[in-house]
């Protein structure tokens, strides 16, 4: 079992960067594959981006190609999303969530969630 903590969030205008920190706490971290899901008022919670165990393997939502990166510091137990070039059709919630050893874009298949952080994109 892990613990998720997000970080990071914030307000920034169109064009801008942020980086999204998911802190883990708990045994076998580097076993857990880890997403990152968001959420906007209204909308079903959407995945975002996907990190294997090892970090040798990522996915991207076709939105975030090209702008977001996720990658993973198992030693920190931390996992990070960079997102430039912003949108405000990327202002949501978002959460970052584990499951063990491979990676899924299917919120239902995460089986640990964090309680997610707040990204508003300004025009």
């Known amino acids: 079992q892990v613990q998720l903590v997000e970080s990071g969030g914030g307000l920034v205008q169109a064009g801008g960067s942020l980086r999204l920190f998911c802190a883990a706490s708990g045994r076998a971290f580097s076993s857990y594959a880890v997403g990152w899901f968001r959420q906007a008022p209204g909308k079903e919670r959407e995945f975002v981006a996907a990190i294997a165990w090892s970090g040798s393997s990522r996915d991207y939502a076709d939105s975030v190609k090209g702008r977001f990166t996720i990658s993973r510091d198992n030693t920190k137990n931390t996992v990070y999303l960079q997102m430039n070039s912003l949108k405000p059709e990327d202002t949501a919630v978002y959460y970052c969530?584990?499951?063990?050893?491979?990676?899924?874009?299917?919120?239902?298949?995460?089986?640990?969630w964090g309680q997610g952080t707040q990204v508003t994109v300004s025009s």
């Open positions: 969530a584990a499951r063990r050893y491979s990676w899924s874009i299917r919120v239902k298949e995460y089986d640990y």
